[in-house]
């Protein structure tokens, strides 16, 4: 029957969509969790269309939804007694499909959890050594690659504090200039796939 192909399709539509709304967090939560690095942030060119993936998302599963209670009422005349329906046409698809794309949707507001505190206690021995640098930052885009940014730099020893932000579109960095460099931070946050821009004294 095509109006089942049809959604099918539209579920599949939907999920894809939802995933994609979250395609510039879900990589370097991905990253961290392999233990592995590089340029998780390349789909961040994504992040400007995620209002219109979830709506395509939303639209799609809902048509998918439509469709099912459409072929429900109409099951007695169109099937044959007895027939099992297949697993995309029943309802546990539909909800399988649904939370997941729930699930990817909300993930940038979640993803922090992935996120250990990796922040080291510092020994200030000289206050003078005490530096506090801006970076700006290009590709930063939610929550979740501030997270990503601020982890990467709190792996370096003589690291104070960090405050990254996606909207200001930088991070300040407190650092005991004897043990860390400027150098050492800035490389840190490109080997996220975020890329430093500039950097100024604060």
Not at 81 to 97: D, N, S, V, Y
């Amino acid at each position: 029957m095509s109006t089942e192909k049809t959604s099918k399709k539209a579920a599949y539509t939907g999920l894809f969509a939802a995933i994609a709304a979250s395609s510039c967090c879900i990589p370097p939560v991905i990253a961290l969790i392999a233990g592995v690095g590089g340029s998780v942030s390349a789909l961040s060119w994504m992040e400007p269309f995620r209002p219109y993936l979830i709506g395509l998302a939303v639209v799609a599963i809902g048509y998918a939804w439509y469709n099912y209670y459409k072929l429900k009422n109409t099951d007695d005349c169109d099937c044959e007694i007895g027939e099992k329906p297949r697993w995309f046409q029943t309802k546990g698809f539909l909800i399988c499909i649904t939370l997941f794309a729930v699930v990817s949707i909300a993930f940038p507001y979640y993803a922090s959890i992935f996120y250990p505190d990796n922040k080291k206690e510092v020994v200030i021995v000289n206050q003078s050594n005490i530096q506090t640098l801006n970076f700006d930052i290009k590709g930063m885009t939610c929550a979740s690659c501030e997270q990503h940014v601020t982890h990467a730099i709190n792996e370096l020893e003589g690291i104070v504090n960090v405050a990254s932000s996606f909207e200001k579109a930088n991070a300040k960095v407190e650092f005991d200039n004897s043990k860390t460099t400027k150098e050492d931070i800035e490389k840190a946050i490109n080997s996220t796939g975020y890329k430093v821009t500039g950097k100024k004294e604060n």
